[in-house]
């Protein structure tokens, strides 16, 4: 028997406007396959007069969010505004007035989860949150349901689509930086300010989100090592290439065996033959592999807007079935196995490392004593021959050593005379 769930809109933006097309379109298959017939019942924007990307009758259309809240014939609120301290208000009022909540808000997950949850569960109402991370790869409910046998022995994804694209064209077409980040924009896959795209943090962002669901406990975003890919060069995409690697920006989740988890997110250098070096332009993927399972790999689109409404169609489908039969811990369930993570500082890697040195006798050998005398070894050296005056570039990969013992040999280095540039520190992942 057809059951009829009332819904509300904030937010009728790409994402929003794109549900809401997704809906109409596949609405009758949606109750065919979940016996639920999905009915918009308000949609809440900043400004009626604004045009909109889809056509919808403009009587569903309000300004005021909380009168979703207050319309007691929408039982599923879908925040998708944007911004952190609004939605958050939203969310708290609409979890207290017993909605169920979806939204797509990865820093406000990031930030406010914690807080979030609780109060969901202490409410008993749902929280689903698939299109937050990796738009529509189903990610989170992989991680939440159907590896729900395995420990997580570590996540590694590339989780921003507008980095990946810049640093593909890096690769593909030798560009720098700057003018990939242009096409990016021109192309309309940068946000209008990029600076969460390039800088890590979106990323950082889903990949608290994954870190917390996997290993059970809210992760403070103070801890995560976060490093963007503005300082790689075309020369580093060459020289990771000559030895064998890609640079991609890559979220690291893993537990040690000590059960201490390491989250960071930086350009790393991987190698060539890892499935997430062929994962290219805007793409994103995650590869998780759980002690059960062993290695798994989601591919898909991050961003869009049919690729991120399809998520948020799946948790509309949960939330339904999460009001027809109600269940404790939807959305994010929390456990004693781990609850610590690791300082930066003592997380282990394999480096890269680019100097610009003076190009005279005795120099090589200073670098390699200052690195010989911190206990960092050294695996590879490239020190191309100069066609320029000033410093030429030297490039060395160096063994397993802690991170911050790292950072502090690059800063002695940088201190030396004989460094001319500012030393360029970037991790290795080897996946063992
Ligand atoms: N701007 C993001 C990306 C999508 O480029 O992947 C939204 O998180």
Redesign the pocket.
């Known amino acids: 028997m057809k059951t009829e769930i009332g819904i509300g809109l904030a937010g009728f933006g790409t994402v929003g406007s794109g549900v809401y097309k997704n809906l109409i379109r596949n609405g009758a298959l949606i109750e065919e396959r979940t016996g639920v017939a999905f009915a918009v019942r308000r949609i809440a924007v900043k400004d009626l007069a604004e045009p909109r990307k889809v056509d919808a009758p403009d009587e569903l259309f309000i300004t005021s969010p909380d009168d979703l809240i207050a319309d007691p014939s929408i039982r599923i609120v879908i925040e998708l505004m944007g911004g952190i301290e609004f939605p958050l208000k939203f969310i708290r009022k609409a979890i207290l007035a017993g909605k169920s909540v979806i939204t797509a808000n990865?820093a406000l997950l990031a930030e406010h989860g914690k807080e979030i949850f609780e109060l969901a569960k202490e409410k008993n109402v749902a929280v689903f949150y698939e299109a937050?991370v990796a738009?529509g790869i189903p990610i989170i409910k992989a991680v939440r349901e159907a590896f729900v046998g395995n420990r997580f022995e570590s996540i590694h994804g590339i989780?921003?689509?507008?980095?990946?694209?810049i640093l593909t064209r890096m690769t593909d077409a030798g560009l720098d930086f700057s003018p990939a980040l242009g096409e990016?924009q021109k192309l309309g896959?940068?946000?209008a300010d990029?600076a969460?795209?390039v800088n890590g943090w979106?990323?950082a962002?889903?990949a608290i989100i994954l870190a917390s669901l996997a290993y059970g406990f809210w992760v403070e975003p103070s801890k995560v090592l976060v490093e963007g890919i503005e300082k790689v060069t075309a020369s580093d995409i060459r020289f990771a290439d000559e030895l064998g690697y890609r640079i991609k920006l890559i979220a690291t989740i893993k537990a040690d065996d000590k059960d201490e988890i390491e989250v960071r997110v930086a350009p790393t250098l991987i190698p060539k033959s890892h499935v997430l070096a062929s994962v290219n332009g805007?793409f994103?993927a995650v590869a998780v592999r759980g002690d059960v399972v062993g290695e798994t790999l989601f591919y898909g689109r991050?961003?869009g807007q049919d690729p991120?409404s399809s998520a948020v169609l799946g948790d509309l489908a949960e939330a339904a079935a999460a009001l027809i039969s109600p269940r404790e811990s939807c959305g994010f369930a929390t456990h004693d196995l781990y609850g610590e993570c690791k300082p930066a500082a003592d997380s282990i890697s394999k480096y890269y490392l680019r100097l610009g040195v003076e190009d005279r006798p005795g120099v090589l050998a200073q670098i390699a004593g200052t690195l010989g005398g911190a206990g960092i070894g050294i695996l590879s050296v490239i020190q191309p021959e100069s066609h320029t005056e000033g410093s030429v570039p030297l490039v060395l990969t160096l063994h397993d050593a802690p991170y911050g013992k790292m950072q502090t040999a690059a800063a002695t280095l940088a201190s030396l005379p004989c460094v001319k540039t500012e030393p360029l520190l970037l991790h290795m992942e080897s996946f063992s």
Do not use: F, Q
Not at 159 to 165: A, D, E, I, Q, V
């Open positions: 990865k937050a738009g989780l921003n689509g507008t980095s990946n694209y990016a896959y940068a946000e990029p969460l795209d979106d990323a962002h889903k805007v994103n991050g961003a991120t």
